[in-house]
């Protein structure tokens, strides 16, 4: 992803980080999350529309093996001062499901968005939010961290794509399920 544009946002604080997790380290995360998923049906629509044939959990008690990757994440992606949800958002994408153009919300998440790709890779998409010609896809591989921080978090949508459309560098990316696993940090109040 060697484009100016890509620059731009490395330098604002965004990455993505191939093989942050190991297969082990898969398995194990699946593992520990899928009895929690497996009770809910796949949902069509998320109360905002943005996301489609998914299930969701949040978690606050994790094995000791996850919580130390989970650690891992959270030192590499978080910036030491600000408060952290201590709740971790799973999110579970069936095979058809997607995530439509959206910006996390402001009131509830802070500056930094880490998440762990399981299962399958995928394509996130950014586009500028003032200038859509400003846009660019990430390719998200199984067990990649990805932080959005700075400019890709506030002034970018990102969109995970759906399997007809889920293309990198004209190459196929086969969407399967995918887990995602996603820390975040709070807003800071207002000074
Ligand atoms: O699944 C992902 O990695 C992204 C999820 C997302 O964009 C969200 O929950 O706001
Ligand atoms: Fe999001």
Same mark, same amino acid.
Request: aromatic content about 8%; overall charge positive; charged content about 30%.
């Given at each position: 992803?060697?484009?100016?544009?890509?620059?731009?946002?490395?330098?604002?604080?965004?990455?993505?980080?191939?093989?942050?997790?190991?297969?082990?380290?898969?398995?194990?995360?699946?593992?520990?999350?899928?009895?929690?998923?497996?009770?809910?049906?796949?949902?069509?629509?998320?109360?905002? !529309?943005?996301?489609?044939?998914?299930?969701?959990?949040? *978690? /606050?008690?994790?094995? =000791?093996?996850? %919580?130390?990757? @989970?650690?891992?994440?959270?030192?590499?992606?978080?910036?030491?001062?600000?408060?952290?949800?201590?709740?971790?958002?799973?999110?579970?994408?069936?095979?058809?499901?997607?995530?439509?153009?959206?910006?996390?919300?402001?009131?509830?998440?802070?500056?930094?968005?880490? !998440?762990?790709?399981?299962?399958?890779?995928?394509?996130? *998409? /950014?586009?500028?939010? =003032?200038?859509? %010609?400003?846009? @660019?896809?990430?390719?998200?591989?199984?067990?990649?961290?990805?932080?959005?921080?700075?400019?890709?978090?506030?002034?970018?949508?990102?969109?995970?794509?759906?399997?007809?459309?889920?293309?990198?560098?004209?190459?196929?990316?086969?969407?399967?399920?995918?887990?995602?696993?996603?820390?975040?940090?709070?807003?800071?109040?207002?000074?």
């Amino acid at each position: 992803m060697p484009s100016g544009l890509w620059r731009r946002l490395q330098a604002g604080g965004a990455a993505v980080l191939r093989g942050f997790v190991g297969e082990g380290e898969e398995a194990l995360l699946a593992r520990e999350v899928e009895p929690l998923l497996r009770r809910r049906p796949y949902q069509d629509q998320h109360w905002d !529309g943005a996301i489609h044939k998914y299930r969701e959990t949040e *978690r /606050l008690h994790w094995s =000791q093996e996850s %919580r130390e990757i @989970l650690q891992r994440v959270r030192d590499v992606a978080f910036p030491p001062q600000v408060p952290q949800l201590a709740q971790v958002h799973v999110l579970d994408l069936d095979k058809t499901g997607y995530i439509k153009p959206h910006i996390d919300s402001v009131k509830f998440c802070g500056c930094t968005i880490a !998440g762990l790709s399981l299962l399958s890779p995928s394509v996130m *998409r /950014l586009v500028s939010e =003032q200038n859509p %010609r400003d846009c @660019l896809d990430l390719l998200l591989e199984r067990r990649s961290l990805y932080i959005l921080r700075g400019p890709a978090r506030y002034e970018f949508t990102h969109e995970i794509l759906k399997d007809e459309e889920s293309f990198f560098d004209g190459q196929k990316i086969p969407r399967e399920r995918r887990i995602s696993i996603i820390c975040r940090n709070l807003p800071l109040p207002p000074s």
